[in-house]
């Protein structure tokens, strides 16, 4: 299993930046990707971006720029960075790890998710 616990979020002005955060436990060494997502007010959860377990980054087309993901191992820690917030950013941003844990009774190939962070634009 893997739990994953998010911070980082809160009430920022327009232009101002923000590092989000999400620290794992548990079978961190299972994880394959830790992927960020967004849910505006609203709306459906959307992908913002993924870092795979070797480091490769993907983020929407629509957020490139602006968004960044990046981990640090020695703190079982993934990130998300965003600059430049708009107020069309405010939304729940959660994190979710893809992972699979090879144990003697079998494989488990499952996602965790963390319990979200609101951030909220003001214009």
């Known amino acids: 299993q893997v739990s994953l616990v998010e911070s980082g979020g809160g009430l920022v002005q327009a232009g101002e930046s923000l590092r989000l955060s999400c620290a794992a436990s548990?079978?961190?060494?299972?994880?394959?990707?830790m992927e960020w997502y967004q849910q505006a007010p609203g709306k459906q959860r959307e992908l913002v971006g993924k870092i795979t377990r070797g480091g490769s980054t993907n983020l929407a087309d629509s957020l490139k720029g602006r968004f960044t993901i990046s981990r640090d191992n020695a703190k079982n820690t993934w990130y998300l960075q965003i600059n430049s917030l708009k107020p069309e950013d405010t939304a729940v941003y959660y994190c979710?790890?893809?992972?699979?844990?090879?144990?003697?009774?079998?494989?488990?190939?499952?996602?965790?998710w963390g319990q979200g962070t609101q951030v909220t634009v003001s214009s």
């Open positions: 548990g079978s961190i060494g299972s994880i394959n990707a």
């Open positions: 979710a790890a893809d992972y699979t844990i090879i144990r003697d009774s079998g494989t488990e190939v499952g996602r965790s």
